[in-house]
């Protein structure tokens, strides 16, 4: 019998066994029924116990924790996990939007009560160099972050010259970090180093790109492969190929989880050894395939969400015993002051999940040899790690299998293109620019988008095609007009792109003020005369197409925004529009303390709670000129930069 076919027949059974039967359900019913309703909502989900006799006993077995906190430490797991959220982005972006947090979002939490209780203002972590964030947003800027997710990218201490493989990245928080540690100098478009971020996953894959693409790097490839087999890459090195070795490799494994219980309630009731003893293997073999891709003199930080020594410790002592010496477990007990850590096991048994208990390898019966294997335990002899040297196994001889979409290929520009000479010419582009990592995702018709990678990544790319699956790289940086050889110049510049493009540009640039950027970011197609008379100066005499709109902070004025901004504008025949998506608008005005409404006026421009730039032209003026494609406006919903879009003529 169905589901709801059961329910209907004890709908039925109820209404009859009521007094007063019919007459009562006719008059009375819809009461009967709500009330019913209400008593079983008001009932929920049934609550987890959170509680597991297997867990407490194996971990009081294993003394994870000292002597005495036994009962704190359970306690703690039964408390809710506390929101820890991060900003990031550009540093001079990040320190705006901390210090519009902290002066204007926080300061209005302080008296706040909420129940009767007393809301506490968001602290930062006194270990964490990463910046403390409150609001999420798709822009980047603030993440949802847990507080030790972002420990392991802190030990990798990543500089910007660095090759960091992030072995199995999704969801893509860690990657994230590790982007920005690339960009810490934001005056380098181009950093030496760059991410290479893998998920076994096909369709996590593409939320890992997502995730990487709101930080807007060229020094980002996401790839898909089994992390414990993952291929050695070759680069062209003075014309010589070489294997590419990472300096830094994070090595984030899948695990069972059981530290993430107070956040994965179901851990509660599902527990047990079964999951790292099935684990084990895996996290090994990453691990030393991670191993064999370092560097010498890199790092590789290890990590789980588990407290179980299965997963933590044994594989590390395998690891370390494997490497015959060439690796060493480095001492980083000083690189996070202020954080609360207690130093891993030495000695730990293992147990199986009916409870029977196995000290050493030598005492597993034949029968437990598939579950149980000898690296689950610690060494005998410590000593011996002294004294070893990494094994270097040859990559997987098997051919490489390739699930999921067939990607577009990624094509290289040729330096005789006759596409090119135009938009260097339009932009004044610096002869320095690298005109060489300009990329497309066609082999057939027009080129409607360009992107462009480090010189790096490009070396990557062009020697390793038939080696990985590439899911996506580059950030695109100039987009097809339709109409654009009416401007000189067949393409516009892409807002995603911008911060790595305008170092090169010389051309086609207009200084804004603070007032400008207001009215630009909240109305559709301002006119001239509602811009500066120092911006209006600079664009009356300026051809018709793409520009760049650049705001520099006035020392002079501290009140106004201190980070510099730059913004992708098109000017028209009497007016400038922006060509900046959604949530980047939302971001810039946002830092510049302005509220916009959900609510958009009939004209697609924003509202804003000050009247120093009102988004509604006086009577009588169109919003727009003929023509013009409407952006994204702060309120809208339409998807921005569209690859296609026509510019106001």
Not at 69 to 81: I, K, N, T, Y
Not at 401 to 417: C, R, S, T
């Amino acid at each position: 019998m169905g589901r709801r076919s059961r329910g209907r027949r004890l709908q039925q059974q109820q209404q009859q066994q009521r007094p007063g039967g019919a007459e009562d359900s006719a008059e009375g019913g819809g009461k009967r029924n709500d009330a019913v309703g209400a008593r079983s909502w008001e009932g929920g989900y049934p609550e987890i116990i959170k509680e597991n006799k297997l867990f407490e006993h194996y971990y009081q077995e294993l003394k994870i924790v000292p002597e005495g906190e036994w009962d704190q430490f359970m306690a703690a797991l039964r408390e809710p996990l506390p929101a820890t959220l991060r900003i990031t982005g550009y540093k001079s972006h990040a320190k705006e939007i901390l210090h519009c947090l902290k002066n204007k979002y926080f300061k209005e939490l302080e008296d706040l009560e909420v129940d009767g209780q007393k809301v506490e203002v968001p602290q930062p972590l006194s270990w964490c160099a990463c910046r403390l964030a409150a609001i999420p947003a798709e822009k980047g800027n603030i993440s949802r972050q847990e507080a030790v997710s972002m420990i392991p990218p802190l030990l990798l201490n990543a500089h910007p010259h660095h090759k960091i493989l992030d072995m199995c990245a999704a969801p893509g928080s860690k990657t994230a970090q590790l982007i920005e540690m690339l960009h810490a100098d934001m005056r380098v478009p181009f950093p030496e180093g760059f991410v290479i971020a893998n998920d076994v996953d096909n369709k996590r894959c593409y939320l890992l790109v997502h995730q990487a693409k709101r930080l807007s790097s060229p020094c980002i490839m996401v790839v898909n492969h089994d992390a414990s087999c993952i291929p050695r890459l070759q680069m062209d090195v003075n014309g010589r190929k070489e294997i590419l070795f990472y300096d830094r490799i994070l090595c984030d494994v899948p695990c069972s989880g059981d530290g993430t219980m107070r956040k994965n309630i179901d851990v509660w009731k599902k527990w047990t050894t079964l999951n790292s003893l099935q684990l084990h293997g895996l996290q090994l073999r990453i691990a030393t395939r991670g191993a064999e891709q370092l560097v010498e003199g890199g790092r590789m930080v290890y990590s789980t969400c588990s407290l179980n020594p299965i997963e933590d410790e044994a594989v590390i002592a395998s690891l370390l015993e494997k490497s015959e010496g060439a690796l060493e477990l480095a001492d980083v007990s000083s690189e996070l002051p202020g954080l609360k850590w207690m130093p891993g096991l030495s000695q730990w048994k293992v147990m199986t999940k009916d409870g029977q208990w196995f000290a050493e390898w030598d005492d597993v019966p034949r029968g437990r040899h598939t579950q149980i294997r000898p690296t689950m335990f610690p060494p005998r002899d410590p000593e011996k790690l002294q004294a070893m040297h990494l094994e270097h196994c040859p990559p997987p001889s098997k051919k490489m299998k390739l699930f999921g979409f067939k990607e577009d290929p990624f094509v290289f520009i040729p330096e005789d293109d006759p596409l090119f000479p135009p938009i260097q010419k339009f932009y004044a582009l610096d002869p320095s620019f690298p005109k060489m990592n300009l990329l497309t995702r066609t082999t057939e018709g027009k080129k409607r988008q360009l992107y462009m990678v480090s010189k790096e990544l490009r070396n990557v790319l062009l020697n390793n095609s038939e080696r990985m699956k590439v899911i996506n790289t580059g950030i695109k940086v100039w987009c097809r007009n339709n109409s654009g050889e009416e401007f000189d110049c067949a393409f516009r510049l892409a807002q995603e792109g911008i911060y790595t493009l305008y170092p090169f540009i010389n051309s086609r640039i207009i200084t804004v003020s603070i007032e400008d950027v207001k009215i630009l970011l909240t109305q559709e197609n301002p006119f001239f005369r509602k811009l500066s008379s120092e911006t209006y100066s600079q664009a009356k005499d300026m051809a018709k197409g793409s520009v760049v709109l650049k705001y520099e902070p006035d020392p002079t004025k501290p009140d106004t925004l201190r980070c510099p901004i730059v913004l992708c504008g098109w000017r028209g025949k009497a007016s400038i529009r922006t060509f900046v998506p959604k949530n980047e608008r939302l971001h810039y005005l946002r830092m510049m303390g302005l509220e916009v409404s959900a609510e958009k006026k009939k004209d697609g421009a924003a509202q804003m709670d000050e009247s120093t730039a009102s988004p509604v032209p006086p009577d009588g003026e169109a919003a727009a000129e003929p023509g013009a494609e409407q952006p994204a406006s702060p309120g809208a919903s339409t998807s921005s930069d569209p690859a296609g879009a026509g510019p106001p003529r």
